[in-house]
Every structure is written in structure tokens, then in C-alpha cells.
């Protein structure tokens, strides 16, 4: 250690009163004839005392801190565990596939009324589920016969009287 470290080593000794009477004595006598050191005390103290205050307003902040850190805990925990999000996952994905097979069985449920509505038309004719015919011409035209002569009339009674 050089004479500067060792010197403030004592100073440090000196504001903590870890000195001893001897100790003290002759560090009180240099401090009288050498304003070096005298400035080392008064910078050391000055130091000490900053961190003082400062640890005091440390003190003093700690229960806003503790209160942050409370509320953030808080909400921390709030949130869903990481089991949560999986057992969500797997929800979403249950979901998707119910909603695949749901739409798998309502065109099927499409296909097979339009297939029934084409058999009670009678456009589909036959006994055999394995042949699908369609009906003759002449049923076909005569059915829109009917359905343009039914349109004819609704049009003809809409007509105002003369």
C-alpha cells in the first residue's frame, strides 16, 4: 500500500471511530499541520454523508417499490399458466376440427336433399339406387308448360280492369 491509500485507510478508520486513543492522537496532530489530509476528511465525510442520504431516501422509497413490485407480481400472476395455454391450444384446435366435420356433414346433409328434392320433382326416375335417369323430354316441357301458364294467370289478374 502507498502512502496515499494508506492514508485514506485511515481516514476511513478515523470517520468510522475504529481508531484507537494512540491512533486517534497522532492522526488529530498530522490533520493540524497537513490540509491534504484535512481535505481527505472532509471529502470522505462529505461522501459518507451523501450516501446517507441517499441510502435514507432509499429507505424511504422502498415501500413504493415494494408496491410496484407487489402489483406487477400481481398481475403476473394473473396471467394463465403455461398449462392453461396448452389445454387453450388444444381447445382451439378441437374446435377446428369439429367445425371441419360439421361442415364436412352439412354438405353432405346438402347432397343428399338435393338429391331427394330431384326424385320427388320426378326430373330423377327409377327404382334402382344404382341408375340415375333423368325424366323423358315431353314430362320435362310439359311441366314448364304448366309452371309459364300459372305465371301467365298471376300476371293476368295483376292487370288493372278495364
Excluded at 394473473?78 to 376440427?97: D, G, K, M, V
Aim: charged fraction near 35%; aromatic fraction near 4%; proline fraction near 4%.
Amino acid at each position: 500500500m502507498n502512502g496515499r491509500e494508506r492514508d485514506e485507510h485511515l481516514v476511513a478508520r478515523f470517520i468510522d471511530g475504529m481508531l484507537h486513543s494512540e491512533e486517534l492522537a497522532a492522526f488529530e496532530r498530522r490533520q493540524l499541520s497537513e490540509p491534504t489530509l484535512r481535505a481527505m476528511v472532509e471529502e470522505q465525510r462529505e461522501a459518507r454523508d451523501w450516501l446517507t442520504r441517499d441510502r435514507a431516501a432509499c429507505d424511504a422509497a422502498e415501500p413504493t417499490r415494494r408496491s410496484i413490485a407487489g402489483a406487477v407480481l400481481a398481475e403476473v400472476r394473473r396471467l394463465p399458466s403455461r398449462a392453461e395455454l396448452e389445454r387453450h391450444e388444444i381447445t382451439e384446435a378441437a374446435e377446428q376440427s369439429v367445425l371441419r366435420l360439421s361442415r364436412a356433414l352439412l354438405v353432405a346433409a346438402a347432397l343428399v336433399f338435393a338429391v331427394s328434392a330431384l326424385f320427388w320433382s320426378g326430373l330423377m326416375q327409377g327404382t334402382d339406387p344404382r341408375h340415375l335417369e333423368a325424366s323423358d323430354r315431353q314430362r320435362i316441357e310439359a311441366i314448364d308448360h304448366a309452371i309459364d301458364a300459372a305465371e301467365a294467370q298471376r300476371r293476368f289478374a295483376e292487370l288493372p280492369p278495364r
